[in-house]
């Protein structure tokens, strides 16, 4: 089976710190993905990666970046963390064309 | 843009019951449909993928079909169980545009025992 980990589950940051989320994908798929999901707002895409070093934004990109230096590793970057990005994390990775997603377990980020 | 609606928001049924749930699509240009569940906090854990050519795929109690032509899909489940109470999403990957998933608005589901 794909497996998609994402290093934490749970992380609470302080407002203006730089928060590192981990993403990692065995089964060497080409495209990684950050979601965000909210309650009321649903999984809104804010960076995708079709190969190393390659990125795209995605519907909400502000505030944040990201880092794909390995095609296993795709990382989302909270430049300055502020309360409006208490959220839930979700990294997903897929194949190119016809192929489903696989998601990993989410990371629940709280901002203080 | 790809809009995808899913009814009901909800749901409740007792325990043994078959049920379906709908969703719907405004762009038929589509790869595949996948249906995702979630628990509360949890990931999405991917149940079923139909891809555009197929009108159907089964998993143990879950059928899911796929009806591109009026932009339709359903999960169907069958003698449900309390164990299927959780968020069911389905999402379709576009043929054009950029590399994503259009997600539909989720179905809470409760099976009462």
């Known amino acids: 089976d794909v497996k998609v980990t994402q290093s934490s589950r749970y992380l609470v940051k302080r407002t203006g710190e730089k928060v590192f989320l981990e993403c990692v994908q065995d089964?060497?798929?080409?495209?990684m993905f950050w979601y965000r999901q909210d309650p009321g707002l649903g999984l809104r895409l804010i960076y995708f990666?079709?190969?190393?070093?390659?990125?795209e934004k995605g519907d909400i990109p502000e505030g944040y970046s990201v880092s794909r230096e390995k095609k296993e590793r795709f990382s989302l970057i909270l430049e300055s963390a502020s309360t409006n990005q208490t959220s839930m994390y979700l990294c997903?990775?897929?194949?190119?064309?016809?192929?489903?997603?696989?998601f990993g377990s989410g990371t629940r980020l709280t901002v203080v | 843009k790809q809009e995808v609606t899913q009814i009901p928001a909800a749901l409740s049924v007792p325990e043994g019951e078959n049920l379906v749930l709908n969703c719907s699509f405004t762009?038929?240009?589509?790869?595949?449909l996948q249906w995702f569940r979630q628990d509360p906090g949890k990931g999405l854990t991917s149940l079923l993928l139909?891809?555009?050519?197929?009108r159907e795929q089964t998993s143990g109690r879950l059928n899911a079909s796929l009806d591109k032509s009026s932009g339709r899909s359903t999960l169907y489940i069958a003698a449900s169980q309390p164990g299927d109470s959780a968020t069911y999403l389905c999402?379709?990957?576009?043929?054009?545009?950029?590399?994503?998933?259009?997600f539909g608005t989720g179905t809470r589901l409760t099976v009462i025992p």
């Open positions: 089964m060497d798929h080409e495209n």
């Open positions: 762009d038929s240009a589509i790869y595949n």
């Open positions: 999402a379709n990957r576009a043929q054009t545009g950029a590399n994503n998933l259009f």
């Open positions: 997903a990775s897929s194949l190119s064309g016809a192929y489903g997603y696989t």
């Open positions: 139909i891809q555009s050519s197929q």
């Open positions: 990666s079709y190969d190393v070093k390659m990125k």
